[in-house]
């Protein structure tokens, strides 16, 4: 069955620079969620879109935006980066805004900045 | 707001010994609850689910049951395998809260043969 595609898998920047992460849904999912993964961390709820509009906001930096297209793909876009932002980025779907409340979650996107 | 709060690891156990990890929630509503887990370089996976108080969780040897009057949501498994090595991340989500999910802090799970 078809999961969470994210990319790219790994990424090496410095810092000031600008990164942007991708995640692609499961087929007929309309909701998309990024969360933060700091080493030796628990996921930290970042943003959240359904049906294409932002749903709800968590801890992310006004150095990040994030937007859902018309394809439902998402796209984290980070500038400024700092070498705190080193962590793994993780994208989950669901559908219908998480009506069962499981979130399927792809492989994550590990950001290295240097 | 809510959050989650599971015991700290690693937790060590030799093959075949007897499994409990607890967790512990705050929520100002009636979450559901997850079991989520993370092997070493792979992406989080769901483990098993309950929605609703008393509901027991179940999947691959694994078991957790929704205990509204402790706030409770355990996790159990009556013989481990070296493969169940891996780090596990209790969590809630409210449907009011926007369904994302709040993780606790993840318990690593080191079985040894």
């Known amino acids: 069955a078809a999961g969470v595609i994210q990319s790219p898998r790994h990424l090496i920047k410095e810092k000031r620079e600008t990164a942007t992460l991708k995640c692609y849904p499961i087929?007929?999912?309309?909701?998309v969620y990024w969360y933060q993964q700091g080493p030796g961390q628990d996921p930290q709820f970042l943003i959240s879109?359904?049906?294409?509009?932002?749903?709800d906001k968590g801890s992310i930096p006004d150095r990040f935006s994030a937007q859902q297209f018309s394809d439902y793909h998402s796209e984290l876009n980070m500038s400024s980066l700092e070498l705190g932002d080193s962590a793994l980025y993780f994208c989950?779907?669901?559908f219908g805004g998480g009506l069962t409340g499981e979130l399927f979650f792809g492989e994550g996107s590990r950001l290295t900045v240097l | 707001g809510n959050s989650v709060t599971q015991m700290e690891g690693p937790v060590t156990l030799s093959e075949e010994a007897f499994l409990t990890i607890n967790c512990t929630y705050t929520?100002?509503?009636?979450?559901?609850l997850f079991w989520y887990v993370q092997y070493p370089g792979e992406g989080l996976q769901l483990l098993l689910k309950?929605?609703?108080?008393?509901d027991k969780g179940s999947n691959k040897g694994f078991e957790a049951t929704y205990r509204k009057e402790t706030t409770s949501f355990h996790l159990e498994k009556g013989s481990v395998q070296v493969s169940d090595s891996a780090v596990y991340f209790c969590?809630?989500?409210?449907?009011?809260?926007?369904?994302?999910?709040?993780f606790g802090g993840g318990t690593r799970l080191m079985v040894k043969p």
């Open positions: 989950a779907s669901s």
């Open positions: 087929p007929r999912h309309d909701t």
């Open positions: 879109f359904y049906e294409k509009m932002q749903s």
């Open positions: 929520a100002t509503g009636y979450p559901s």
């Open positions: 309950a929605t609703k108080a008393d």
């Open positions: 969590a809630l989500s409210e449907w009011n809260a926007g369904n994302m999910l709040t």
